[in-house]
């Protein structure tokens, strides 16, 4: 269920959560581009790093991580499949982390459910669940916000 408003407190708008969406995209692009700066004084969480590391970016003993053909490929694609493929390597990537793939496929399914724009709480969540929210975020794909107090 969305919290109320009374709860939320002003919600951002449609197009502020397009720009906040974009902006974050554009910081996971120039992170992978400068893929050697990836590991030291990253934003992104080790689950994220793994899954950009999964097929985007190389790497041989002792030199920093570059962007691998596979990592420029995906640059050239539109920004939808972009997404898709992250999301795939995202949940392949998942037992890796010593997550359910399939709890986390369907958190993402009911995710997909939720009202775009409207404020739900994480007080009910899993870790796991917690942790794919944070992961979301870095990409731009969930909003975080305060609540009210």
């Known amino acids: 269920e969305p919290l109320p408003f009374s709860v939320t407190g002003r919600l951002p708008t449609l197009v502020e959560l397009e720009n ?8 996971f692009l120039l992170q992978l581009i400068n893929s050697s700066q990836v590991e030291k004084g990253t934003t992104f969480s080790s689950s ?5 590391q999964r097929g985007l970016l190389s790497s041989r003993d ?14 050239l694609m539109e920004t939808n499949a972009q997404l898709w493929y992250i999301m795939r390597e995202y949940i392949s990537s998942a ?3 010593g997550v359910d793939p399939t ?17 739900y ?9 917690r942790v794919a929210i944070m992961d979301l975020m ?7 916000q305060q609540v009210k107090l």
């Open 20 to 27: 906040y969406a974009l902006d974050q995209w554009e910081c």
């Open 48 to 52: 994220m790093m793994k899954t950009f």
């Open 62 to 75: 002792g030199e920093a991580a570059k962007l691998s053909e596979n990592g420029f490929q995906f640059l």
């Open 95 to 97: 037992e890796e982390r």
């Open 103 to 119: 709890d986390l496929i369907s958190f993402l399914l009911e995710l997909s459910f939720h009202t775009q724009g409207a404020a």
């Open 121 to 129: 709480s994480l007080s009910t969540l899993t870790e796991v669940q």
């Open 138 to 144: 870095e990409l731009g794909l969930v909003k975080l």
